[in-house]
């Protein structure tokens, strides 16, 4: 079983930036590849990024040229570096793990993009 555990969203203004990060509770993190979801209310749950276990990154076409994931396998943590912010990007933003049939998810963490 693995725990992940987002932090970094809140409240920020339109043209701002946030740091999310999602902290997991394995020792194996560096074989799992990782991604940022977001779920608006009223929507289904949407990909916003990826990274594979070898480092290779894909995005949503909404935040291309705005957010980047990366991750830290000495600290069992990945980030995701959101720029630019606009108020569609307002969500639920959640962690997720995924390996073989085996797929986790953390707690979820809100950002809300507003003036």
């Known amino acids: 079983q693995v725990q992940l555990v987002e932090s970094g969203g809140g409240l920020v203004q339109p043209g701002g930036s946030l740091r999310l990060s999602c902290a997991a509770s394995?020792?194996?993190?560096?074989?799992?590849?990782m991604g940022w979801y977001r779920q608006a209310p009223g929507n289904q749950r949407e990909l916003v990024a990826t990274?594979?276990?070898?480092?290779?990154?894909n995005y949503a076409d909404s935040v291309k040229g705005r957010f980047t994931i990366s991750r830290d396998n000495a600290k069992n943590t990945v980030y995701l570096q959101m720029n630019s912010l606009n108020p569609d990007d307002t969500a639920v933003y959640y962690c997720?793990?995924?390996?073989?049939?085996?797929?986790?998810w953390g707690q979820g963490t809100q950002v809300t993009v507003s003036s």
């Open positions: 997720n793990a995924a390996q073989m049939l085996r797929t986790y």
């Open positions: 394995t020792s194996f993190f560096s074989i799992y590849h």
């Open positions: 990274i594979t276990n070898g480092g290779k990154t």
